[in-house]
C-alpha cells in the first residue's frame, strides 16, 4: 500500500507562483511514477504532469507546458508540481497519483487509469 499526501495548495493572483509537494510513505519501493492530475468544478479530472521515478522522464499537459515542473526528492519521498504564471483556468482541486510497475498496462501516462494510488486533494484557486 501506498499513501499519499498532498500540500501547498491555496488562494493566489494571476501570474502568482506556487508548489505543490506530494509526500508517499508505505510501499514506496513499488513506485514506477508519480503524477499530477486537477479537476475543476463541473469539468472531468485531468492529466497535468507526471515523471518517472528516476526523475530523467517527464511528461506535461498541453496546457501547462512551458508554466508548471515537476520534480521529485527521493530522499524525501516527494514529489513536487512547480507552478507558475498561474491563471484563473488553472483553479481547481489538484490531486497527486502513483502507478506501481504491474499497473502500466492499465492505461497511458496521461490516464487516471494507470494510477492505483491517489491523494486526497489540495486546492488550488487562482483569483483575477
Known amino acids: 500500500q501506498v499513501q499519499l499526501v498532498e500540500s501547498g495548495g491555496g488562494l493566489v493572483q494571476v501570474g502568482d507562483s506556487l508548489r505543490l509537494s506530494c509526500t508517499v510513505s508505505?510501499?514506496?519501493?513499488?513506485?514506477?511514477?508519480m503524477g499530477w492530475f486537477r479537476q475543476a468544478p463541473g469539468k472531468e479530472r485531468e492529466f497535468i504532469a507526471a515523471i518517472n521515478w528516476s526523475g530523467r522522464t517527464t511528461y506535461f499537459a498541453d496546457s501547462v507546458k512551458g508554466r508548471f515542473t515537476i520534480s521529485k526528492d527521493n530522499a524525501r519521498n516527494t514529489a513536487y508540481l512547480q507552478m507558475n504564471s498561474l491563471k484563473p483556468e488553472d483553479t481547481a482541486v489538484y490531486y497527486c497519483a502513483a502507478s506501481r510497475l504491474d499497473e502500466l498496462y492499465k492505461g497511458t501516462v496521461y490516464s487516471e487509469r494507470r494510477y492505483g494510488s491517489w491523494g486526497q486533494g489540495t486546492q488550488v484557486t487562482v483569483s483575477t
Open positions: 508505505g510501499r514506496t519501493f513499488s513506485i514506477f511514477e
